[in-house]
């Protein structure tokens, strides 16, 4: 806090520079978690950090405020072979043109949510085993009228799009492989405000509300 301010020191302050990530084993010390990523020349850039469905890497998203756009690094990662340190990250997009959110992944082939040239959203494509300067996205899910609000990968092999049309949810099943929707989930006028749902289940959760509806959560078995 500035001088002469009266808050509490311990649990104000003016800003939050400097962020770090740390591997932490549970059980163990604090002082024994490992560095892995650390941005001093840009302390005002903020980390954020994911493993994926399969363990296999983990993904970085760096961004410096809160307009919907960040960088994109990753790693192999297998704690067996030790901890991932700073200058092991690959980095994949390394400007604040877009936003990429991770949906899923098979070995190098990801897949992430994104706004690059599509202000509504949409999904695309890459393998990361190519070289950065030869990445070649794809669409899997292209722009479309409504705006993709979230999507999560589901049932192994599908995904569940969520869309804001014409200000009502709209959830809609699609293959992961092709992104063609198989099914749109039965809704009325309303909002899905929460969900739950992983890659290894065929059962999802979903919250509906809405003016005339108090929240109500729906389960839904796709393994049929």
Known sequence: PKGGDTLDAGTETDTNVHQKLYYHVVGEKQEQDVLVYEMPDNPQWMAGAEVTDDGKYVILTISEGCDPVNRLYYVPFDAANGIPKPGDF???VDNFDAQYDYIANDGP???FKTN???PKYKLIRADFSSEADKLAWTDVVAESDNVLEWCACINQDQLVTAYLRDVKSVLEI???ASGDVIRE??????????FSGRRQDSTIFYKFVSMVTP????QCDLAG
Request: charge should be positive; hydrophobic fraction near 55%.
């Open 90 to 92: 690959i980095k994949v």
């Open 109 to 111: 082939v990801f897949t």
């Open 116 to 118: 690059l040239n599509a």
């Open 174 to 176: 699609r293959s992961l």
């Open 185 to 194: 989930l039965p809704l009325d006028i309303g909002t899905v405000s929460a």
């Open 215 to 218: 929240g109500t959560i729906f």
